[in-house]
């Protein structure tokens, strides 16, 4: 897993039952998560630049680092999402807790997703 500590952390809600997180990284990269699968991308452009692309495949794969492995990396990144919207009192963090605990679940085990 990357190794970098998160420094910022932006979600929203996409509608469906999804949440959306993008965020920078202590290493000059950025992610992108998806709240549903706890999908996690690496990427090499800040997508709060870039609030209307990013989320498209084409703009992720031309910025693409590398992908987490969602079983095994994913909740743990998950996890490191929360701890840092609870270090810096993120507001409304209680409408998405739900990830959070899902996160808990799924970390070290396999075969889940």
């Known amino acids: ?3 970098a500590k998160i420094t910022k952390v932006e979600f929203e809600y996409t509608g469906g039952g999804i949440w959306l997180f993008y965020g920078n990284l202590s290493d000059g990269t950025f992610f992108l998560a998806d709240g549903d ?3 996690v991308r690496i990427i090499n452009a800040d997508p ?6 990013c989320w498209f495949a084409e ?3 031309e910025h693409l680092v590398r992908d987490l ?5 994913g909740p743990k990144f998950f ?3 929360f701890k840092w919207l609870r270090a810096n009192d993120a507001e409304n963090i209680s ?4 990830i959070e605990e899902e996160a808990k679940r799924y ?3 396999t075969g889940w997703r």
């Not at 709060?48 to 692309?53: A, D, G, K, L, M």
């Not at 492995?69 to 990396?73: A, R």
């Open 59 to 61: 703009w992720q794969e």
């Open 107 to 109: 970390d070290g085990k």
């Open 79 to 81: 996890k490191k999402i």
């Open 95 to 98: 409408e998405i807790e739900f």
């Open 48 to 53: 709060s630049r870039n609030e209307e692309e």
């Open 37 to 39: 699968m706890l999908d």
């Open 1 to 3: 897993m990357n190794n």
């Open 69 to 73: 492995d969602t079983e095994k990396e």
